[in-house]
């Protein structure tokens, strides 16, 4: 599983259809997450950017890396992210 988007980077650079992986998941006493995205220009070279993020865990729900993308998914940032 993995986001689609466009994203600007802190220099003002655009990548357009950046693809952003979900990676280093922590549960942090069964009710919370933390984990990072790293975004690639595509999956063949190396991260251009890498953020932490990080919510609550419901232990009954989906696997933790699912609740991850579920999560972003709610945020500003990655509200046109599409699933690839």
Do not use: W
Request: charged share 30%; aromatic share 10%.
């Amino acid at each position: 599983m993995a986001l689609q988007v466009t994203k600007t980077t802190a220099s003002g650079l655009e990548v357009k259809d950046a693809y952003l992986r979900v990676e280093k998941v922590y549960l942090n006493e069964k009710k919370n997450i933390a984990f990072q995205v790293k975004a690639y220009k595509n999956k063949e070279l190396p991260p251009f950017d890498e953020r932490n993020y990080g919510c609550s865990y419901d232990i009954n729900g989906e696997n933790p890396i699912k609740q991850a993308y579920l999560h972003l998914k709610t945020l500003p940032e990655f509200a046109d992210a599409v699933d690839c």
